[in-house]
């Protein structure tokens, strides 16, 4: 039984350009969320999703965007990227419940 | 507001020897609180969760926890580390056991031979 998969494992960009990430949630959840964890520090709430609407987000701004499809997984989309979004982010899921399976990660690093 | 603080960033244990990470929050009610591990380059496990039931709570790998109110604490602890306990842990507060997590900055555990 799979866990809670992201893709993809490491990606670089831009300034100024998008990028989106995936996420498949453990089988069984039905809720997603997204963390930001910058060097050091430890992961900050980006979003939450449920029944494919966004039920709660965190302190970040609208260039931060999400989806969740009709198999629970879900995408982050970050639009113009600020050299500051270069973080590891952490897809987490469950069902209903606060997440409690992540996944590995996604390393993104903006240049 | 919620706010999780975790004293000490670096915690340095014999094998062997108690393991007592600190962690303090803030909320302005009765928290869900909740410790997970990091291994390098993964994501992070769920090692144990406080939701308002028992206030001794055990979770995975020999790590249990207490949540104190009148000290606003939920430290972990193990009796004996072990070489493979070495990684990152983040205690986090919740206002329920749905959506948004805070965490704190986490805590560096070594364990030397």
């Known amino acids: 039984d799979a866990g809670v998969t992201q893709s993809p494992t490491h990606l670089i960009k831009t300034r100024g350009q998008q990028v989106t990430l995936r996420c498949s949630p453990k089988s069984g959840h039905d809720t997603v969320s997204w963390y930001q964890q910058a060097l050091g520090q430890g992961p900050q709430f980006i979003f939450q999703?449920?029944?494919?609407?966004?039920?709660q987000r965190g302190n970040f701004p609208d260039r931060f965007s999400g989806h969740q499809f009709p198999n629970y997984s879900s995408e982050l989309n970050v639009n113009a990227l600020l050299l500051g979004d270069s973080a590891l982010y952490l897809c987490?899921?469950?069902?209903?419940?606060?997440?409690?399976?992540f996944g590995p990660g996604t390393r993104l690093t903006v240049t | 507001a919620q706010s999780v603080t975790q004293l000490g960033s670096h915690v340095s244990v014999s094998e062997g020897a108690l393991v007592l990470l600190r962690c303090n929050y803030s909320s302005s009610v009765p928290p869900y609180l909740f410790w997970y591990v990091q291994y390098p380059n993964q994501g992070l496990q769920l090692l144990l969760k406080?939701?308002?039931?028992?206030?001794l709570v055990k979770g995975i790998n020999g790590f249990e926890a207490e949540f104190k109110k009148s000290e606003t604490s939920f430290h972990l602890t193990k009796p004996s580390a072990h070489m493979s306990d070495a990684a990152e842990y983040f205690c986090a507060v919740s206002f329920s056991n749905a959506g948004k997590s805070t965490f704190g900055d986490g805590t560096t555990l070594t364990v030397k031979p």
């Open positions: 987490a899921s469950s069902s209903g419940g606060t997440a409690s399976d």
């Open positions: 406080y939701t308002s039931a028992a206030t």
């Open positions: 999703y449920y029944e494919e609407e966004e039920r």
